[in-house]
């Protein structure tokens, strides 16, 4: 019966060191993921000589993916952007563009709305951009380009009422 | 003698029980509070051995000033990065990454598992820089593709 006892007890203090190795082997066991190296998210400028006719202006969240590794293809799109104008002062709002290196690739227009919203599936799937050669944007060797997206409210006269810039950075193309 | 045998199996049984494999992995920060929900892998069509990976939601919440944002790994090669603009948080659904992250589905049992193909590390990590990241991995499970060769029927 003693024996039983021991063997029991020993069982039991088997167990429970199996169970808490596990648990600190949870915590620290986590593969070590690359950091992009520091950098600005991007910078938001605001046309002083419009401060109260642009009442609300938020970019969300932009992101860049590489559905396919083995492509030099990558996507950038923002999981949000509104761009609201009070509409009882001029200038008034009337486009919205977004740029990647210069380029415009997105234009969109209020039409009688003091509101332009923009989300995701405006673009199914994002704007195409070259993904980069690892470490090609200074960001580390897991990542590649780093584009400075420029999100532009303009007025009627396609003046900039505000400008912000993101910084998104791409996964590599390493094949 | 039979009391012998119940203790060992029992014992036996409390062991295997805590070897069996884990699916997640957790490395707990202070600095970013991660949510994961539903990770897959679809084959939009069986004749194709294309596979794609996603994840049903992503949330990472922050208050540390150099939170950076969310990277996605595959196997360990970075696949997504979201980004905090003058945010908190990071918000991702699995409409944003169009059909998916792009693998291969692998044969029967590649992984191991009868029933699947290849199976795969997706990472996701809260990104803080100068500090360490808030990393969920799972293990993601894709459909097999068996490839199909049909021969020509040839009369003589």
């Known amino acids: 019966m003693r024996k039983l006892l021991i063997i029991g007890f020993v069982g039991l203090l088997l167990v429970a060191g199996l169970l808490l190795n596990r648990k600190n082997s949870a915590a620290q066991s986590a593969p070590a993921m690359p950091t992009p190296q520091a950098g600005p998210a991007g910078s938001i400028n605001q046309d002083p000589s419009s401060p109260d006719a642009l009442?609300?202006?938020?970019?969300?969240?932009?992101?860049?993916?590489?559905?396919?590794?083995?492509?030099?293809?990558?996507?950038?799109?923002?999981?949000?952007?509104?761009?609201?104008?009070?509409q009882s002062s001029a200038p008034y709002m009337t486009w919205l563009t977004i740029s990647i290196s210069g380029k415009n690739r997105y234009g969109g227009t209020a039409f009688f709305e003091g509101t332009i919203n923009y989300t995701y599936d405006a673009v199914p799937g994002g704007l195409q951009v070259p993904c980069g050669a690892p470490n090609s944007g200074n960001a580390g060797n897991q990542f590649g380009q780093v584009y400075g997206v420029v999100i532009t409210p303009l007025d009627s006269n396609r003046n900039p009422m505000s400008t912000d810039t993101a910084n998104v950075t791409c996964p590599a193309y390493a094949p | 003698m039979r009391q012998y045998r119940f203790v060992s199996l029992f014992i036996c049984l409390l062991l295997l029980i805590c070897v069996s494999g884990s699916t997640r992995t957790q490395a707990e920060s202070t600095a970013v509070t991660l949510t994961v929900s539903n990770?897959?892998?679809?084959?939009?069509?069986?004749?194709?051995?294309?596979?794609?990976?996603?994840?049903?939601?992503?949330?990472?919440?922050?208050?540390?000033?150099?939170?950076?944002?969310?990277?996605?790994?595959?196997?360990?090669?970075?696949?997504?990065?979201?980004?905090?603009?003058?945010?908190?948080?990071?918000?991702?659904?699995?409409?944003?990454?169009?059909?998916?992250?792009?693998?291969?589905?692998?044969?029967?049992?590649?992984?191991?598992?009868?029933d699947y193909g290849l199976q795969y590390s997706v990472g996701i990590s809260g990104i803080v820089s100068g500090g360490s990241p808030t990393t969920d991995t799972a293990n993601v499970f894709c459909p097999y593709f068996v490839t199909r060769v049909y021969m020509p029927a040839v009369y003589r």
Do not use: H
Request: proline share 8%; aromatic share 12%.
């Open chain 2, 39 to 114: 990770p897959y892998c679809a084959q939009s069509v069986p004749a194709s051995p294309i596979c794609w990976i996603n994840v049903r939601n992503i949330s990472a919440t922050s208050s540390d000033p150099n939170f950076l944002g969310v990277q996605i790994t595959v196997n360990g090669k970075t696949r997504a990065f979201f980004s905090q603009f003058f945010e908190t948080s990071v918000t991702i659904n699995k409409n944003m990454l169009g059909k998916g992250l792009q693998v291969n589905c692998g044969l029967p049992n590649a992984s191991g598992q009868p």
């Open chain 1, 55 to 86: 009442t609300s202006f938020k970019v969300s969240n932009p992101y860049c993916y590489q559905p396919d590794p083995a492509a030099d293809q990558c996507y950038i799109n923002f999981r949000s952007i509104q761009a609201t104008d009070n």
